[in-house]
């Protein structure tokens, strides 16, 4: 009598081990361990974006100030002229093909992302106008290109430079929107304010209905 009552009490607790083991484990990967790899893969994705529009708006804001320091400095001789014609021409094509290259490339990396997480409610979905900095980057090189001339070694360099000072703007506050949606896409989402998952909430609310199972089951046992 006496081993089957020991018995009996050393399978109660096993089985309370057990259900208490269930929940401890339900509570930390679901209410206390927070979605680090999702949360940091997206972070991390977003991070190198805002390197990239950084990148680019440095280098923007780069070719904005030679275009004013060249408006204030522009060649009044025809000597000058040819120089500048074969020199500062030269070093503008070579800026504006990085530029087109950087704009290009973060247009596809955002694009890329975006539509491999379609299916993620993640805040840098909503904050990116890559298609209107595409299409007002596509109307400043074509302006640009008109102020320029179709003649390469005759540019018209003083109108290239006064079309970038005056018609820079559109670019620089796509960047800079662009930029503000990647910064709130790299801030913490996970912490105390998020929310666990559905997973947890069915596997804490299944061990609810399971403990009080149990509960019951014992107690009509014990009555019998």
């Known amino acids: 009598m006496i081993k089957t009552t020991t018995s009996s009490k050393t399978a109660t607790w096993v089985e309370l081990v057990?259900?208490?083991?269930a929940l401890t484990l339900i509570i930390w990967?679901?209410?206390?361990?927070?979605p680090v790899a999702e949360s940091n893969t997206h972070q991390t994705e977003a991070a190198q974006l805002l390197a990239q529009t950084?990148?680019?708006?440095?280098?923007v804001q780069g070719l904005l100030s030679k275009a004013a320091h060249y408006l204030e400095h522009a060649p009044r001789g025809y000597?000058?002229?040819?120089?500048?014609?074969?020199i500062t021409h030269s070093h503008l094509q070579t800026d504006l093909t990085t530029l087109d290259l950087g704009m290009q490339t973060l247009i596809d990396a955002g694009t890329e992302t975006i539509a491999s997480r379609n299916s993620s409610p993640d805040r840098i979905e909503n904050g990116l106008p890559l298609a209107q900095l595409q299409?007002?980057?596509k109307a400043f090189r074509d302006g640009l290109d008109e102020q320029l001339g179709v003649d390469p070694e005759m540019p018209r360099l003083e109108w290239g430079a006064r079309h970038i000072v005056e018609a820079m703007d559109p670019v620089i506050a796509g960047i800079g929107?662009?930029?503000?949606g990647l910064?709130?896409?790299?801030?913490?989402?996970?912490?105390?304010?998020?929310?666990?998952?559905?997973?947890?909430?069915?596997?804490?609310?299944?061990?609810?209905?399971?403990?009080?199972?149990?509960?019951?089951?014992?107690?009509?046992?014990?009555r019998h």
């Open 18 to 21: 057990v259900l208490l083991g």
């Open 29 to 34: 990967l679901g209410f206390a361990r927070p």
């Open 54 to 59: 950084s990148l680019l708006g440095h280098q």
């Open 79 to 86: 000597d000058a002229y040819f120089r500048d014609s074969v």
């Open 135 to 137: 299409l007002d980057w």
């Open 177 to 180: 929107d662009i930029r503000e």
């Open 183 to 222: 910064q709130a896409a790299t801030a913490p989402t996970s912490g105390p304010g998020a929310a666990p998952p559905v997973w947890a909430w069915v596997g804490f609310s299944a061990w609810l209905v399971l403990i009080l199972s149990w509960f019951g089951w014992r107690v009509h046992r014990n």
